[in-house]
């Protein structure tokens, strides 16, 4: 679907669509900067700027030279530019139909309207960027949270793929190594072998670390869910209202009020938390209730962490050590509530009876150990990795890296069970393909329209 020729000058509208203070044509290729200039008449400097700064002037009807719109022409000389190709820039007002217009001019004068993530695909066809960058410039444009924007731009700046770069150096040093061995069998085998070995669990932790890396990448994008479990009358809706900070949910002091589940956002510092209310879990009375039940089980079955409620001013039941011992092996806090009344139940006496498991003790009705609560749900549900500053955000990544860190387990039990050292060396040479891929230096062509087709135009 892409021209990867190069030799057209691809033209769109770059600021999203509707209206707005600026917008901005981008022309990318070798005529992008004569077609500019056939529709931009500067106000002053007549040649039209140097690269990087920007000119005052009209853009023109070439037709008719009258002038309908004014603004600024910005542009960048090949190859000190984003696509790598000299780039024009026509920075106007943001009418929809004012812009529409300059690109219809600027077809007619030769240049054709950009495919989806085109300026990026030129971007990575002339060097300026590799696979995983390009991908980043995508995640960062629809980022849903701040953390995850700048995760992203850490990657558009090429910490990953240096990362990745780093990755494969390793393990072509490493090939290298074992084809030597192969080629002179004598030399040295025992001690090769505890090289290889060390060698490869330096590489498996680097990539095991960005695979797990991605589960956090996940969670800044869509939020981590996390279910508020507890028997009737527990104070679900009321802690849930509290965290929310508004009475969103009913609350009365009737057991079984909530029937539905209700699902809102709290962000905990750059975190965001997809919160579920719902029906207490416990005997159903009614149908209703037991339909309710049932929804709860399957929210706390699939959420990604779960707050159990106990209700502090009675004393721990057997119903609430049978919840809790059934959602134990999950990632859990137990909310002591309502500690405001006269307490029935400790938290020293929770953490005696389930010592691995934190607490919370709460008054959700006032809002008491609600900071100390928020706090523990970023330590406890926020997937936080170790230099976090490196972060996976495609899928496509993620099974690369699971392929190479499953490649890189399997030629270190070759060698470990001391198999002929040119099936390691195969597996290794494997894992530099699969490395390869990553950065986009070794690509099948169709990948090209899976990453890029999903750009934005004008991107
Ligand atoms: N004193 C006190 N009362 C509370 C506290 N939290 C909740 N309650 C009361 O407990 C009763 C039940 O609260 P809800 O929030 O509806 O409890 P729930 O777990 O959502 O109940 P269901 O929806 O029926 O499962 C209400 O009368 C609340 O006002 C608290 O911290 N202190
Ligand atoms: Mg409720």
Same mark, same amino acid.
Request: aromatic share 6%.
């Given at each position: 679907m892409y021209d990867l020729s190069l030799s057209e000058t691809i033209v769109a509208v770059s600021t999203p669509p509707g209206c707005g203070g600026i917008g901005v044509v981008r022309l990318s290729g070798p005529a992008a900067l004569k077609i500019a200039r056939t529709l931009f008449r500067p106000k002053k400097d007549r040649r039209g700027g140097e690269p990087g700064r920007a000119v005052l002037g009209e853009v023109v009807d070439?037709?008719?030279?009258?002038?309908f719109d004014e603004g600024f022409l910005l542009h960048f000389r090949a190859p000190r530019s984003f696509t790598g190709e000299d780039v024009a820039e026509l920075h106007l007002h943001g009418s929809p139909v004012i812009l529409e217009e300059v690109v219809r001019l600027a077809v007619r004068r030769g240049a054709r309207p950009a495919l989806p993530g085109e300026f990026t695909l030129r971007a990575f066809l002339n060097g300026r960027i590799d696979f995983l960058q390009a991908e980043a410039v995508d995640d960062l444009v629809r980022s849903a949270s701040l953390a995850r924007a700048k995760s992203a731009f850490r990657t558009v700046n090429g910490a990953l793929s240096r990362k990745a770069a780093a990755v494969r150096r390793e393990i072509i040093g490493w090939v290298a190594r074992l084809e030597a061995d192969i080629e002179?069998?004598?030399?040295g085998r025992p001690a090769a072998k505890k090289h290889y070995i060390d060698k490869i669990d330096k590489i498996y932790l680097e990539v095991d670390r960005l695979v797990r890396s991605y589960e956090m990448g996940q969670a800044l994008g869509r939020g981590v869910t996390i279910a508020l479990v507890g028997r009737v009358n527990s104070g679900k809706s009321t802690l849930f209202n509290g965290l929310l900070e508004e009475p969103r949910a009913i609350v009365t002091p009737f057991p079984g009020t909530t029937r539905d589940f209700l699902r809102e956002t709290v962000r905990i510092n750059d975190a965001s938390f997809l919160l579920v209310d719902m029906a207490g879990l416990g005997r159903a009375g009614s149908p209703i209730e037991r339909e309710g039940i049932r929804r709860g089980k399957k929210i706390a079955a699939e959420a990604d962490g779960l707050l159990l409620l106990l209700d502090g001013s009675r004393r721990l039941s057997a119903s609430d050590a049978a919840l809790i011992e059934s959602y134990r092996s999950r990632k859990i806090i137990l909310v002591l509530n %309502?500690?405001?009344?006269?307490? %029935?139940?400790t938290p020293a006496e929770v953490t005696r009876r389930f010592p691995d498991l934190p607490v919370a003790a709460v008054s959700a009705l006032r809002g008491d150990g609600l900071d100390v609560l928020r706090k523990m749900m970023y330590d406890v549900f926020f997937p936080l990795i170790p230099g976090r500053d490196i972060i996976v955000l495609r899928e496509r990544d993620k099974l690369l890296l699971e392929e190479i860190a499953a490649r890189l387990l399997r030629a270190k039990e070759m060698i470990a069970s001391n198999q002929p050292i040119e099936l390691a060396a195969e597996e290794a040479r494997e894992i530099v393909t699969l490395t390869g891929r990553l950065t986009g230096e070794i690509r099948p062509d169709d990948i090209l329209d899976d990453v890029f087709s999903r750009f934005c135009i004008g991107k």
């Open positions: 070439p037709a008719d030279r009258r002038p002179f069998p004598e030399e %309502k500690t405001d009344l006269p307490e %029935k139940t």
